[in-house]
């Protein structure tokens, strides 16, 4: 089936059909990574299903690296997907750490971005949440 090109505008709800279009569009130009995160069961810890190096791999090949996920709004389950924006290697003092970053646009057109971090190149990313005052 041919790629069908979904002129968005503001206060569209990204449906679950509509996310595998994007998918399918993807994987029909070419190739691409669509990667998505675990949430912990303590609800502070993302792990994100691919590695620094699987995203790096797939941007040295010129496929496109997005994050996907769904969320729970007054409207129901939504589902968004951010484009990388930030992939680069930080030495700190106890040696380098990886850091792959995804940014996009959420509810209420607040710009924000997922910044996912591990200290091997081969390991899952995480990115630790803030908690509020009332949660620690």
Same mark, same amino acid.
């Given at each position: 089936?041919? @790629?069908?090109?979904?002129?968005?505008?503001? %206060?569209?709800? +990204?449906? /679950?059909?509509?996310?595998?279009? +994007?998918?399918?569009? +993807?994987?029909?130009? %070419?190739?691409?990574? =669509?990667? *998505?995160? *675990?949430?912990?069961?303590? %609800?502070? *810890?993302?792990?994100?299903?691919?590695?620094?190096? #699987?995203?790096?791999?797939?941007?040295?090949? %010129? /496929?496109? =690296? @997005?994050? &996907?996920?769904?969320?729970?709004?007054?409207?129901?389950?939504? @589902? #968004? $997907?951010?484009?990388? @924006?930030?992939?680069?290697?930080? *030495? $700190?003092?106890?040696?380098?750490?990886?850091?792959?970053?995804? +940014?996009?646009?959420?509810?209420? !057109?607040?710009?924000?971005?997922?910044?996912?971090? &591990?200290?091997?190149?081969? !390991?899952?990313?995480?990115?630790?949440? =803030?908690?509020?005052? #009332?949660?620690?």
């Amino acid at each position: 089936m041919a @790629y069908i090109k979904t002129v968005w505008e503001n %206060g569209d709800v +990204i449906t /679950k059909e509509k996310l595998n279009n +994007i998918e399918n569009g +993807i994987t029909n130009a %070419g190739g691409g990574l =669509v990667t *998505t995160f *675990t949430t912990s069961e303590d %609800g502070y *810890t993302d792990t994100l299903d691919a590695s620094y190096n #699987d995203i790096k791999g797939a941007c040295l090949s %010129g /496929k496109a =690296v @997005y994050l &996907a996920f769904s969320f729970a709004s007054p409207l129901g389950v939504n @589902y #968004d $997907i951010f484009p990388i @924006y930030r992939l680069e290697t930080r *030495t $700190i003092d106890s040696g380098p750490i990886y850091l792959v970053s995804f +940014i996009g646009v959420v509810e209420d !057109d607040v710009q924000t971005n997922y910044t996912f971090t &591990a200290k091997n190149p081969d !390991d899952p990313l995480t990115r630790q949440k =803030v908690q509020s005052p #009332d949660d620690r």
